[in-house]
């Protein structure tokens, strides 16, 4: 079944304790994306990659980085997670990121930063 | 810059009711509109999509026509269900990236 895939689901963690949230999709993807959804303000996206080893700044990413070395794989790193990470995280894949192409995402991850 | 503006939720309604939910965008260029859904407790399924002026999506019952004159894709169904009950969003896919509208959560009370 063609999925993206994320985990943890849920995590609660402390300030400034690294964590990383795995992302994974077995469509054969070019493009993947970060997300993170907060009440009112929709979707934003946090960092994308176009292919491995391409990674690039979305709209909001200050304290997160990513890395992409495998085509599959694109984990989201908090370094030093902050109350503020408190957010409800997507990630999403697509077949090149174009502007008539369909993302698909995976089931979330709801973080808490206490 | 790229926006999505989506009426102002929550939205509750009677089963077969008509539903409407707005959207109106801003954007340079011709980008390709969508109308995402997530159910409780799950992540976000493509509802519907619309890659140039006049496209019709549908999906499910729910339909959008994307309105370059009005620069709108409002969501449409004639009768909806208490299956229905989620949050929608409505999105633009501009340069790399989804720009998303703030959602609206629809309730249907049977």
């Known amino acids: 079944e063609a999925q993206v895939t994320q985990n943890p689901r849920y995590l609660i963690t402390v300030t400034g304790k690294k964590l990383t949230v795995t992302c994974s999709q077995n469509m054969n993807h070019e493009y993947m994306s970060w997300y993170r959804q907060d009440p009112g303000l929709g979707l934003r996206q946090i960092y994308y990659?176009?292919?491995?080893?391409?990674?690039d700044k979305g709209d909001v990413p200050e304290g997160y980085k990513v890395s992409r070395k495998e085509k599959r794989n694109f984990p989201l790193i908090l370094e030093s997670p902050s109350p503020n990470q408190t957010s409800l995280y997507f990630c999403?894949?697509?077949?090149?990121?174009?502007?008539?192409?369909?993302?698909?995402f995976g089931p979330g991850t709801r973080l808490t930063v206490l | 810059g790229n926006s999505v503006t989506q009426m102002e939720g929550p939205v509750t309604l009677s089963e077969e009711a008509f539903l409407t939910i707005n959207c109106t965008y801003t954007a340079t260029g011709y980008p390709s509109l969508f109308w995402y859904v997530q159910y409780p407790g799950e992540g976000l399924q493509l509802l519907l999509k619309?890659?140039?002026?006049?496209d019709k999506g549908s999906n499910k019952g729910f339909e959008a026509t994307y309105r370059k004159e009005t620069t709108s894709f409002h969501l449409e169904k004639g009768s909806v269900q208490v299956s229905d009950s989620a949050v929608y969003f409505c999105?633009?896919?501009?340069?790399?990236?989804?720009?998303f509208g703030q959602g609206t959560r629809l309730t249907i009370n049977p």
């Open positions: 999105a633009l896919q501009g340069a790399q990236k989804l720009v």
């Open positions: 990659s176009m292919n491995v080893e391409v990674t």
């Open positions: 619309a890659t140039k002026a006049d």
């Open positions: 999403a894949s697509s077949s090149w990121g174009g502007i008539t192409d369909t993302q698909y």
